[in-house]
């Protein structure tokens, strides 16, 4: 079965950090590009960063310099370090899995709220 898990969302103050975690089952996460996204109400869904297999990264302009992805092929997981967070940055943050020859896989999300 395969299944994407985010955790490590929650309310944080403006310029704070946080750490999203996404742990993979069911694929050989090795081959996959993995990826963040993020859907703020009302808006859609927009990529925030992204690694592939190689472990080549890219970035949304409004996060460069302040979100970092990397990925840890020996746990199956990939992570989002966040850091100067802003109100703007509020949103449900989703995993993504793909490959150019297999379906994409979208976990649950997991809610970010930027606020004092």
């Known amino acids: 079965q395969v299944q994407l898990v985010e955790s490590g969302g929650g309310l944080v103050q403006p310029g704070g950090s946080l750490r999203l975690s996404c742990a993979a089952s069911?694929?050989?996460?090795?081959?996959?590009?993995m990826g963040w996204y993020r859907q703020a109400p009302g808006k859609q869904r927009e990529l925030v960063a992204r690694?592939?297999?190689?472990?080549?990264?890219n970035y949304a302009d409004s996060v460069k310099g302040r979100f970092t992805i990397s990925r840890d092929n020996a746990k199956n997981t990939v992570y989002l370090q966040m850091i100067s967070l802003k109100p703007e940055d509020t949103a449900v943050y989703y995993c993504?899995?793909?490959?150019?020859?297999?379906?994409?896989?979208w976990g649950q999300g997991t809610l970010v709220t930027v606020s004092s």
């Open positions: 069911g694929i050989m996460f090795s081959l996959y590009t």
């Open positions: 690694i592939t297999s190689r472990s080549i990264t």
């Open positions: 993504n899995a793909e490959t150019a020859f297999t379906p994409a896989v």
